[in-house]
Structures are given as C-alpha cells and as structure tokens.
C-alpha cells in the first residue's frame, strides 16, 4: 500500500487521479480504517488530506455562510456555539456517530463519502441545503449533498475529484433545523430509519422547509411532498398528518437485520412528526 | 439484611480494594493475547463460509509457498478413534468431512506475524460441496428435517423421533391430569428464546507451545485450565501430565470460556513447526461464529391456577437447539423451570436437538433463563386474569426449607421466601407509575457445585499468607478467598495474596463454573489455613514443652488454652514464621476435596419499563436485584454479579439474538449488530443482598453468579406486557415486534 499525505489539494487531486487500484482517501479514518481490520477493503493508494492546509477550519462568512474543512471532527464541530446555534440539526446528526472517541476523529465528509443511506450527519446536510465543492482534473464544482451518494457505499464523484469543503446556507432569522433517527438502543448503534427537517418561519407560518429521510432506501430520499404539506401551516394536526402520510409514501426501505420495511416506514412517519416540532420550536427562538 | 450477628466476623462483609484492581485500572494485567514467547508464530485459521457443506479438498500449497509461512494443519494432523464427548471436541475443533457451521474451523495456519497468517489464510483453497442445512429448533426436529449426523442420538431418545433429536428427558411427579382437574384456571402458551452469547469483553487467545516428545505448555485465558489440558491432550493424543496449562488474567468468561474451541489448533500447529510457540487470537467476529452461545428454545408451558392462586398442576415441554453437537441445556432448564414453586402435580420432557449452528457452550446459569422466561411468564398472565397479586402469589406457594423441589430433591436451607418479601418491602414497590409504564416481576433459581477442588496454602518466612487455587478469578473469588483465608488466619487482609495458579502446581481442578469459586475454593482455603494453623500450634506447643492440644489460636496469634496450659506470652505468626526453618521447616497446608453442602440461591427481581408506542422502544426505567448469597464475603463484588446479571438478561430479553439468512449465515458477528446493552441503555441496577447462611460452608457462603440472570427474561416480558396490554412470548421484545403488535391492535 502506498501512503500519501499532501500538502494541497492540487496535490491530492493529482495522486487520486494517478492512483492505480483501490483508493481511498483518509480523514478521520473511523470507516477505512475499520474497514481495513474487518478485511473488507485493502487499499493500495491511501490519501491522508490532514496535512492540507485549512481542512481544519469551520468558519462563518460575513454573509452568515459556513465553510467547513473536511477533517473538522464531530467533536469540533459541537463544540462550535455559533454553529450549534445556526445548525443544531446538522451538529446534532453528527455527534450520534459513534462514540466519544470516535467523535474525536470522524468528520462530516467522511460519513457522506462512505456512502451509507443511514449515514447520521448526512440527512442533516440536505435538510440544511448544504452543498459540497468538489475539486477534480476538470476543475471546481458546486454540488448538492444529495447528489454524492450514489448507493450503499458509492458516490457520484469521479475518479480524480474529491470534496475540499463543505457549505452552509446563510442560516438567517426565524429558522431551525433537527435530526432524528430511531435506534434500539441508546448510542452506538446504526440507525434503522432517520428524518432530518429544516423549517424557515415568518411570523407563525412556514415559509420554506426540507425533510430528508436516512435508511428507507439506497441513499437519502429528499421528500418535496412531506415539505409542501407543511409550508403555509403553522404546522396544526392536518398539516403533520399529510406530512407524515407524504414521509411514508416516499419509504422503499428492506427489510434486513435491523428492521422491517414496515417498521421503518412507520417509525419514518414517527420521527418526522417529532422532528418537525422540535425545528419548529427551534425556529421560534425556544429551547429545544 | 444480615438476620443476625452484625459483629461476628473482622473482615468477611467488608469490602476492602480488590487485589487485581491496581493491575487492570494501569493496564498491567496480562489477558490471554499479552502473553509473548521469543520465536514465536501467529495463527489464523480458516472457517467454513456455508452452514453445512461437504470439504471435498483443501489445498495449501500456494499459502505454504510463502516466504514465513511455517505449518498448516487440517483435521488430517489429528489422532482418529476419538469416541464421545472427546470427539464432539475434536470435530467442533477442526471439521472432519462436513462443516457443520458457518464459521466452523476447516485449516490453519502460522506464520511469522499475524498480518501474513491472515493473509495466507485467504490463500488455501478450500473445495465445498454445499449440503441442506438447518438452524431453528423446530425445523430441525421436523420430519423433514436435513440429517446433521445419523448416530448422534443416545439411547434415551424414543423411536420415532428424527435423527436430530440427540437426547430425550422426562420426570415428574404427582398426577397431573388431577391437578388440573382441580384448577380453576388451567392455561397453556408456547415460548421460543433465541441463541444469545455470553457476550465477553476479552476474545479467546492462547500461546501454544508443543514438542516432538509430546511435551507442551499453553498460556490461555479460560475459566479452567485442567479441563483445557484434559480437552486438548485428549483431541492432540498427548498424556494429561505433559501439558502443563497457566492461564491468564481474564476478561469475561461467564461460562463460554469453560471449554475448548481453538486451542488444540495452536498446539498442533506448534509441533507442526518444529516445536516454536504460536499464538492464536480471536477476532470478535470469530468469537460470534465459532465459539459457544447458549442455546436457543422452543418451549410449552401449561399450569393450573386455583382462584385464589394456588398452583395445582404444570407441564412442560422444552426443545433446544445447541448447535451441531449434543449438549444443549434442555434438562437444566426443566430443573429450574417450576423450581420456585410448590406444585403437587409436575411432569416434564425435554428434547436435546442438533441444528447447524455453533457447538453452545455454558452461559451463566444454563438453561435457567429460558425456564423462567417461559414459567414466570405464563404465571404472571395467569395471575393477571384472575386478579391476583403477582408477587403474593409467588410468597403463597413459594419453595422453602424442607419442601419437595420441582425436580426432586427436598430443598435444604433457602432463602426465596425472604427475597420475596424483602422484594415486596423494596420503595421501587411503592415507585408511582406513568402512561406506557409498567411494572413486572419475576424469581429464577441456580444450583451450586462442588466439584474437583485442590488449594494449598503456605506460610511466608515474614508470617504473610499465600494462598494456591486453580479456579481463574472471573467475579472477585481472589479477594474474597482471602478475606476467608484472612478472617480464618487472624492476619490482616493486605496479608495474603492469593495466586491462580497453573496445572502443574496443584491437583485437578474444575473449573470456574456452577457458581463454585468462592464456594469451593473458598471452603477448601479454610480447610488449608486450619491445618497451618494445627501446625502452628503444634510447634508452639513444642517449644512450651505442652500438649498441643493445650494452645490455641486467637486474633493470628498462638496462646495457651487456658490456665492450666501454663504460662505463656502469646506466640504471633510472625514469630513463628520466622522461625519455621528451626522448628521443623516449611508450614503449609492443602485440601484436595469435592466439597459437599452446596448453597443454591434464589432472587426475586423487579422492574419498571416504559414503551414509546409508537416507535416501540423499551426504556428500563428501575431495577432492582433482590438474591440471596447465603453470606456476602465481599458484598461489593456480590453486589457486581447481581448487577451483570441482570444487564445480560435486559440484552437478552430485549435486543440480543444469533440472526441467520436464509443460506445459515450469521448475520450479525459484531457488537455493532449483535446489541448487548451499553452504559447508557441502563439505569442504576439496584441490588439488596438477603443474607440466609448456607449451614454447609463455614462462612455460610452460597453460588451467586448465575442466578441473576434468570429472572430478567420473565420479569421485563411481564412489565411489557404491563405497559402495553400485549403480552409477548418470542424473545427478544424488539422494537419492530412491539410496533407489530401495537399496529395490529390499533388496525383491528
């Protein structure tokens, strides 16, 4: 295996695309690195982007934009107040990765490029409009976080691109955002189905929203209806109901080790309608 | 809850630091994998990827042409002609013709460094032909059922029954068609459990070393190192006495650690490799795979009810699977099943059954957990349909001193009647309910085992104490041993340190099992120091020139019986010590027994949950432990085998179970899947301690380790059903099962 740390991401990007064999990239390395000791993936081009100058960085522009680095661990990212206060939604996915220690080390990039439909902080991003900026031998491009995965385990990139930050949208007045996913147990555990919304009020009405669901199908399911059942509302029981009836709808979970199609789609409806309220109250300023 | 003598002992029932503490907290205890040899070699073996296939070939040769690579053995490097038991070993230990499991071993091999074993491993090519295969306990007794092995079954099984049933067990007593005849509620349900794993922090790990001239040594982390040396001489070939086994700090046992699974391999692989040492460790996945879970149940119980409560009649009909061997714990889990009560009428059958799964090995009380799942269970919805009070209907025909037991015997000295009622004094009795709480109860029993106990103790020249036992210390028998050894002697705690020591220092042990140790080993301590202390008094008596019978030993130091013994200035063990090469050298003392006078316990548990109804999530919300242990020596490690008990049967009540597809692969060989409770899942297990003195141990000790783990089956299925109105006889209670329910009911 061949180790690589760059000190650019010019570099990097022209390691990646001169790699022969498996590639992967290390950040935290709380997936390759796992992945390595259980066999399940040997590389032989390994790209540490530690070394890169700013990966480190979490900042908020002067517009209210954030830009984050991509090996900004969990950890940084709540200890952050500002952008707990901005995002609480998108932090709070990311500190339900694993355990302290793992908080440590694993960052928002690397649980989007793993690829799992029930990545924790990635339902979080999409709710939040999040976009990533991807460098590659063409150049630089703006995407949207729901347009990475590609399928369990894949992404859409290119060989030769990879993500050099991630953005936020200007949080704004009047907004808030939460993510919440259902697992048997308390911590450690993967999640069986996860619901991230992003409401933006004036005055008692929704005037935008975005509702994300984690592992009901092979990526992330942005789900329009679920959203346009509550903008207009102050999100009154009719208004959850369809909204919920819409998150259902929008289920094509499996049923598998952890649970049914029919507890996921359930449980979806569930955590949507919770999520929902705790945002709403988020965006009125109450603690939540 | 001591009934009486608060002040009788110095040091037993206090709870001073534990010797292995410093150890552990600093990370200097050695655990199985810590332990090095120069030259050694690193194993890895291969595992059968299908439940169930013929080894048409296995083929080494591109692995063995790498550069340090130095043995691979198969099952063809193995003596033939094992019968019995020393088969089953020998098979579950290396296939033979047919992997009967997936994960079963088939090859393996060692090699300079660990990273080269795995990755030579991947190299031998092993040629299956894949074979019907079955892992549920019923289909597996179906008449259609795939044969795992004809010939398995022993005489006991009637005819009829399908090749798979490997045993068959019926008793009872009473007529029963009378007692029910007298019931005014009779009800019947059927139960199933699932396989759980003991669920150990520390994977199995061994160094193994192995001559040519059928000498050998082995480091290992088990529970009981003369029944590794017994196992491994009888599947190598090798004589008993020439293996000589040390075991290692332990992280976990719980039963699962009492036997072999892989440690053979590296012996073979050792002398296979010209004799240099080879370790072989466990990876979690393996451990899930290829070593022992309990076994998983299908069970129906039927009992009549008087209405007001009292019990006139029980049947019960279990079936377990463990795995691809004989030995599921079907008659255990009968034995205990009715234990708690008195019932006139009583009659069980059980069906030991093969299945293509793991060879199951010992976990913490075996058998009793499914018992009292199904038992406790069925009581409880028995006592909610007539209106009656759960736990007072336990005190009504509870088990006590002198009554007939379920399975027999009459009970000795017990003590479920005072966990009961201190149960029922306990304020979580009296802990107000909410919406979706509930409350459920529930008591399960254990035996205590005597056993092959050897122990020798030894006086230091300074006059401190060391103490010699072969049973490994996996809940706090090394200090409570020597607060026993310390109370007995007169000397301070910090005065004796007690050793695990290897199998060439002591006579046969069993191992750390039936809830023994501090029984046991603990009883046959006393006997040692008592002889020390004869022996001190002997040469005491010696130099005052009297009868020895005419000294006594007080407060660790010898004195004259009485006033007509003489005049003498107390003699203290340091003195005497000190002196020991003059008066006749070296004082020691041994005891090599089966002790007798065995202590079994009781506990009653209670437990309040609350369930989300709509994601069906299940929140223990209190709990606590209520357990009789004759006396604790040292309550605080007491009290730690109450709480792991009852954390592992919340994991096996609730999330915990082996999840096969379709093909019998295990689905979930990894914590990530298979969900043991973490921290956070629980609260403060809250424990009392009901103190009822075992009259066969000389500090009234009883086994405590494994009965905690059986009533938290029944009692977290009975708050459930308290919680949601849905009573649910397939364990685990998952949250998919309870949204199931819950939807359905809602629907209909």
Redesign the interface.
């Known amino acids: 295996m061949q180790y690589h740390s760059p000190t650019s991401f010019d570099a990097a990007v022209q390691l990646a695309q001169d790699a022969t064999g498996v590639t992967r990239f290390l950040a935290g390395g709380t997936d390759v690195l796992v992945q390595m000791r259980a066999g399940m993936v040997t590389p032989d081009v390994m790209i540490d982007v530690k070394k890169i100058p700013g990966v480190k960085d979490c900042v908020r522009h002067a517009d209210g934009r954030w830009v984050i680095g991509i090996a900004v661990s969990g950890a940084e990212l709540g200890a952050n107040a500002e952008l707990v206060a901005d995002w609480p939604g998108v932090v709070e996915g990311m500190e339900l990765v694993g355990s302290t220690q793992v908080q440590g080390r694993a960052t928002l990039v690397g649980n989007l490029c793993n690829g799992s439909p029930a990545a924790d902080s990635v339902p979080g991003l999409v709710a939040a409009g999040a976009t990533v900026r991807v460098s590659g031998p063409n150049g630089v491009r703006q995407v949207a976080i729901e347009d990475i995965p590609a399928g369990p385990g894949k992404t859409t990139l290119a060989k030769g691109e990879m993500i050099t930050a991630i953005e936020l949208p200007p949080r704004g007045d009047s907004g808030g955002d939460c993510y919440l996913r259902f697992i048997p147990r308390t911590e450690m555990d993967i999640a069986v189905v996860g619901c991230a919304i992003n409401v933006v009020l004036e005055g008692d009405k929704i005037t935008s929203a975005r509702i994300a669901l984690g592992a009901v199908a092979p990526t992330i399911v942005v789900v329009p209806e679920a959203a346009d059942a509550i903008i207009g509302t102050a999100l009154d029981d009719g208004a959850l109901e369809k909204m919920v009836a819409a998150v259902r709808a929008a289920c094509r979970p499996i049923s598998d080790k952890r649970g049914t199609a029919e507890f996921r789609t359930h449980v979806a409806g569930v955590l949507a309608r919770r999520a929902a309220e705790t945002a709403l109250r988020r965006a009125k300023g109450e603690k939540a | 809850m001591a009934k009486d003598n608060v002040n009788e002992f110095r040091l037993i029932g206090t709870r001073p630091d534990r010797p292995d503490g410093l150890d552990k907290v600093t990370g200097r205890a050695r655990y199985g994998a810590d332990i090095s040899a120069a030259n050694m070699l690193h194993a890895a073996v291969v595992r059968s990827p299908h439940a169930h296939a013929r080894i048409v070939k296995i083929d080494a040769t591109k692995a063995l042409a790498l550069d340090g690579v130095k043995a691979v053995v198969t099952r063809a490097d193995f003596p033939t002609g094992l019968t019995g038991e020393d088969w089953n070993l020998q098979e579950n230990t290396i296939a033979g013709d047919v992997a009967l499991y997936d994960g079963h071993a088939v090859a393996a091999i060692a090699a300079t460094s660990a990273l080269l074993a ?1 990755d030579a491993a991947k190299l031998i090519d092993v040629e299956y032909e894949l074979l019907p295969h079955v892992t549920d306990v019923d289909k597996a007794m179906a008449p259609d059922a795939p044969i795992i092995r004809q010939g398995a079954a022993d005489a006991s099984v009637p005819e009829g029954l399908h090749p798979n049933v490997v045993k068959y067990i019926e008793f009872g007593h009473g007529d029963v068609d009378d007692g029910f005849a007298k019931a005014d509620l009779v009800m019947e349900r059927h139960y199933k459990t699932e396989a759980a794993h003991q669920g150990y922090i520390e994977p199995h790990a061994c160094l193994g070393q192995l001559g040519e001239d059928g000498k050998g040594d082995m480091w290992v982390c088990t529970q009981g190192h003369w029944y590794i040396r017994r196992m491994c001489a009888a599947v190598l070939g090798l004589e008993g006495s020439q293996l000589r086994v040390t075991p290692s700090e332990i992280g976990g046992g719980f039963g699962g650690k009492t036997t072999i699974f892989m440690e053979p391999l590296a012996l073979a692989l050792s002398r296979k490799a010209g004799g240099r040492p080879v370790k072989l460790v466990m990876s979690r ?1 393996e451990v899930l795979r290829a070593t022992g879970p309990t076994a998983s149940a299908s069970m129906d119980v039927k009992l009549g009810m008087t209405k007001d409560g009292m019990l006139t009649a029980g049947k019960a009909n279990f079936r377990m699977q463990g795995g691809a061997f004989p030995g599921s714990p079907v008659d255990f889990a009968l034995y205990c099943g009715f234990a708690s009560y008195q019932i006139p009428a009583l009659f069980h059958q059980g069906y030991d059954v093969i299945a293509n799964r793991p060879k199951c090995a010992a976990y913490r009380a075996p058998g009793a957990p499914m018992g009292a799942f199904a038992v406790e269970s069925l009581l409880d919805e028995m006592c909610a349909e007539l209106g009656l009070d759960p736990l007072d209907v336990r005190l009504k025909n509870a088990s006590v001193e002198g009554s007939k037991s379920s399975y027999g015997p009459k009970f000795g000295s017990i003590g479920l009647v005072e966990t009961l009622e201190a149960a029922k004094a306990h304020p979580n009795m009296l802990a107000p309910l909410g919406p979706n709480q509930g409350r459920g109860i529930a008591t399960g029993y254990w035996f205590n085992h005597g056993g092959d106990t050897s122990v020798s103790a030894a006086l230091s020249e300074d006059g401190t104490l060391q103490v010699s036992v072969g049973t490994p210390d996996i809940g706090g028998s090394r200090a409570s041993i020597a607060l026993m050894a310390a109370e007995t002697m007169g000397i301070p705690y910090e005065n004796v340190r007690v050793n695990i020591v290897e199998t060439g220092a002591l006579g046969v042990n069993e191992p750390t099992h039936g809830s023994r140790a501090t029984f046991a080993s603990g009883k046959a301590t006393v006997e040692a120091v008592q002889g020390i202390i004869k022996e001190m008094c002997r040469r005491v008596a010696s130099e005052w020139d009297i009868d020895p019978e005419a000294v006594t030993w007080v407060d660790g130091s010898a004195q004259p019986a009485g006033p007509n013994a003489g005049k003498f200035p107390p003699m203290s063990i340091a003195e005497i010590a000190g002196k020991m090469s003059e008066t006749g050298g070296p004082i020691a003392g041994h005891c090599e027994t089966v002790p007798e006078g065995v202590g079994a316990s009781f506990g009653t548990h209670v437990v309040d949950v609350e369930v989300d109804p ?4 299940t929140k223990i919300l209190r709990y606590v432990v209520v357990q009789d242990a004759g006396r604790a020596i040292h309550p605080a490690y007491v009290e730690g085998q109450y709480q792991g008990g009852a954390v592992q049967g919340i994991g096996w009540a ?2 915990e179970e082996y ?1 096969y597809d379709d093909m019998g692969r295990l ?2 060989p990894i914590f ?2 298979y ?1 043991v ?2 921290a ?2 629980l609260p403060m297990i809250d424990t009392v301690i009901v103190e009822v003195p075992n009259p066969g141990h000389p500090y009234g000790v009883r086994g405590v380790g494994e009965t905690g783990i059986a009533p938290p089956l029944p009692a977290i299925a009975n708050a459930v059903a308290a919680a949601t109105g849905e009573r649910f006889y397939h364990l685990p209670i ?3 099962k309870i ?2 329910a819950l ?1 359905a009911r809602n629907d209909s």
């Open positions: 795995k996945s709509e994601t069906g999530y609730l999330n999840i689905q979930n990530l899947d969900r409770p973490v956070s899942d998952t949250p998919v949204v199931a939807n």
